[in-house]
Structures are given as structure tokens and as C-alpha cells.
């Protein structure tokens, strides 16, 4: 397996994710998983910005520390809890749920957001704002990954309608509502890997300002999620907009077209392309 | 939608699942969670043994209730729950840990089970005369199923080695420990969807007398879990082997 990052630092963790967007820190939920859990714990780290670098694995992300590769947030996220020696110090029933909350949220809530992220026409334009692919191609490969995706997702095990896929998906968000409660983070002070996973399953969606049905639910029957992934936000990822922007919708249109974005003066990661992104 | 059972009785469910075997409620884990919700709300039915039939969405088990179809584990379970008016008593934090065990069970624990099923050649070739196959069929189908089968866990987004996968199960196997503590069931004093769903899975593959490597993990890591299949067994499926026949290996 050849190491990309080849003049590494000793117990820095390398973190290859999708290039930035002007939303959110990824818009890959388990990109958004892995660097938040990296930002909580305080774990040394270089993100490094690559849509075209794939894992052993064939997944983004991945990461590299000491020369090794690491792929797949499960295995990274517990790799990295033994390494650097972080300590689960909740009760033995709570630590229990919290898993089970995680493996909900990492196959079978990201399978459903997926769905409704390609389901509407819109959604899937914010994917674009990371690649380099000319407007002109958007008509054709839009709704070619919207059929791919949800071909399969209707493969993968979840071949019902509409309504029974919202009724999956309303009773697991209940489950994280229930688990967290009024906590702060559902690791109670600290936060734990449950809440990573919740996180990036919600922000890939929420934060994003083309609507969906998702976006519906959280407002209608879990406010209490939404003020969580703002909270958790603020506090780990406050230098990215993250529903912050007013949800203006950067245009990917010639200048004259764009609104003002005054709020995106001060983010500065972008590799803004000055014909194509926000001129503000 | 074709109704199967014609002069069907109101309010009675029909199950639908795969024939009786010499082990086990049913091989698949689906199906014993239905029968065994069914027993435990002591809601009427009728079981009907059929390897044939399929639910609309391709499937066993799939209920008929007053005319109409439901197909799936998960929809059979809460429409039940809601037309027989079976209450949820518990605090809503135990809830979503129970609603996070359940899924986790159904989705993921399944298909770590089934890889390790499918690994076990023997155990391949004791399960699939209990769906019908042939027996003069088995040498061919034997391997083609463990191919296909590897090959569909590895695509669902399993394509992982196998200490990784062991990895994975472990820690969803200790979370259901974890959360079950020294309870009698899942749901407390009541069995809940939860103690339908784990014991499903666990029993369809720890009561086959056919060693997987998933009968080891169980023995090592978990034995209070053992003694919880072996406790729902005893009271609800008592009418069953489950384990207790010193797992002679008998022919279908």
C-alpha cells in the first residue's frame, strides 16, 4: 500500500478528505465523522483536501499515521482511541446504546439520507461545488449519480415506498432524540463517538441549503437534533458556515448572477475558482 | 396483491415463513422475531409452513391480517403493536437505546451472521435442505450459495477482512450485553421489538449444531447472552429443541 503523504510527522494524523464546499466542513458525512472526531480530542492532525485519492478500501476518507494507512471510519476512529489513548468513561448500559446509536446512524440513517439527498433535483448541485466538472455536464451527470444512488439503495435491503423509508428513518432519529435527551452531547459532557457519527449524518444534510424531505422532518419533529448539530458546530467547526450563510445559494453562474455572500468574507480555505464561486 | 389464505378469520395473523426444521423456530432470524413478537403479545395467529411463498417486496416472513398483506419484519412488528394496541411502558432514553439495538440487529448483525453461516460449509449444507433444496443438489449448490452469499455481504459495504468483521460484531454484540446488563429481557419484566430481534438472530445460528466461528465469539465473549437465548427459548419456544437435543445432528 504506498503512503501518500511521504515526509510524515511522527503521531500526526493525515486525514484525506473531498475538498471543501461552501457549507460545511465535508460534505461526506464520514469525512465530517473522522475530522470531527479528531477536533474533539484534540488529536494532531493535517487535512488534506484530495477528491480523486481513494482508501485499500476504495472509500474517502482515509488516514495515514506513521506511515500507515488507515481506512474506513470504524476502524479509524478505534485505531485512534487506542492510540492515543482515549478513555470511554461512560456506564457500561450508556456506552452499550451509544454503539448501537453509532451503527444506526453509519449504515442505516446514511443509506435514508442519501436518499432523500438525491431525490430532489437540487440537493445533488451541492456535490458539484467540490469537483472541477464544467457547468455544461451537469445535466447529464446529475441525474445519472441520482439514478445510481438510488438503484443502490433500493438494493441494498431498502426496497419499500416512500412512506415506509420516512417511517425507518423518523423512528431512528427518535432513537438519537430519546438517547441524547437534554444532554449536551450524547457522551453527556464530553463528547463520544456517538456523536460524531450523529453529526456528520445531519450536518451532510441539514446545513446544505437546497431543501429536502429531511430537512422537513428535523424542522417538524426534531428541533432538538437541529439545535444539537448547531451547538456541536459552533463550538468544533465554527469557521465554516454550516446554515450560518443565511442559506445563500452560491451560484455556480458568472458573476453577475451571484448574491452577496458577506458572511463568506472570512473563510479563506476555499480553492475558489474566481469565474465559477462566490466573488464576495 | 393476491390474499393466500381465503377464508382467513378477522383479527387472526397468518405467518408465513420457512418450513419447520429438527432445531429452531425457523432458520431464518426474521421469521422467529415475528413468531416470537406474536408469542409474546399473545396476539392470535397461524403459522403456515411454505418455502415457496414470497411477500411483495420478495421476502419471508410476511403476515396476512383481515385481507391485506404486510410485508417486512420491521412494518409487521409496529402495525401489530399499533392494531393490537400493545403499549410501550418505557422511559423514552431506554427506548431509543432498545429502537438502536433492534436496527442494529436487523441490519447489521444479520449479515455478520450470515457471513459466518455461509463460511461454514457444514453448516451450509445442513440449513439448505430446511429451504427446500434437494439433496442430490447439494454438492453444486453448496458452494455456489457460500460464493454468492460472500460475494453479496462483501458489495453491501462489508468488504472488509475477516479480524475486521470480527472486530465489528464484537462491539455490536457487547452493546446488546451492555445495554441488556443483568435484566431478563431487553424490555425489562416485558419482552420488547429488541428481545425479538437479538434473539432472532442470536438463536438462528447459536442452536444449529453446526460449529461457525460465531458459536465461539458467543462462548468467549458472551455467555450471558447464551443464557438469554436459552431463557426466551425456554419460555416461549419450549415446544422446540433450541439447543437442548445435546445438538445431535439430525438428517431433514
Redesign the interface.
Same mark, same amino acid.
Request: no cysteine; aromatic share 6%; charged share 40%.
Given at each position: 500500500m504506498k503512503i501518500l503523504k511521504e515526509d510524515w510527522e511522527k503521531d500526526v494524523v493525515y486525514l484525506y478528505q473531498f475538498k471543501r464546499n461552501p457549507y460545511i466542513p465535508n460534505l461526506s458525512p464520514f469525512c465530517m465523522k473522522v475530522e470531527l472526531f479528531l477536533r474533539a480530542n484534540n488529536i494532531p492532525h493535517q487535512v488534506i483536501e484530495n477528491n480523486k485519492a481513494r482508501s485499500t %478500501?476504495?472509500q474517502l476518507p482515509f488516514i495515514e499515521l506513521n506511515g500507515k494507512q488507515i481506512a474506513?471510519s470504524?476502524?479509524i476512529i478505534?485505531e485512534l482511541s487506542e492510540k492515543f489513548n482515549i478513555q470511554n468513561t461512560l456506564s457500561?448500559?450508556k456506552?452499550?446504546?451509544l454503539?448501537?446509536?453509532t451503527?444506526?446512524f453509519d449504515?442505516?440513517v446514511s443509506r435514508l439520507m442519501s436518499y432523500y439527498k438525491i431525490k430532489t433535483e437540487e440537493f445533488p448541485r451541492a456535490f458539484m461545488s467540490v469537483t472541477d466538472l464544467p457547468k455544461f455536464t451537469y445535466p447529464i451527470i446529475i441525474p445519472l449519480v441520482r439514478r445510481m444512488v438510488k438503484k443502490s439503495i433500493k438494493k441494498?435491503?431498502y426496497?419499500?415506498s416512500d412512506s415506509?423509508l420516512k417511517?425507518?428513518l423518523v423512528?431512528?432519529l %427518535?432513537?438519537?432524540?430519546?438517547?441524547l435527551?437534554s444532554n449536551k452531547f450524547f457522551g453527556g459532557e464530553k463528547m463520544a463517538i456517538a456523536d460524531c457519527a450523529v453529526f456528520g449524518q445531519l450536518a451532510s444534510v441539514y446545513f446544505i441549503p437546497w431543501e429536502t424531505e429531511a430537512h422537513g422532518i428535523l424542522r417538524t419533529d426534531f428541533p432538538n437534533l437541529i439545535n444539537y448539530i448547531e451547538n456541536v458546530a459552533a463550538i468544533y467547526f465554527s469557521e465554516f458556515p454550516c446554515g450560518q450563510n443565511g442559506k445563500h445559494i452560491i451560484a455556480q453562474e458568472r458573476p453577475d448572477d451571484i448574491p452577496n455572500c458577506p458572511s463568506l468574507e472570512s473563510v479563506e480555505y476555499y480553492n475558489y475558482d474566481p469565474d465559477g464561486y462566490c466573488n464576495c
Open positions: %478500501k476504495g474506513d470504524e476502524f478505534y457500561s448500559e456506552s452499550g446504546s454503539r448501537a446509536l451503527r444506526v449504515i442505516e441494498s435491503g426496497n419499500h415506509e417511517e425507518v423512528r431512528d %427518535k432513537a438519537a432524540s430519546d438517547i435527551r
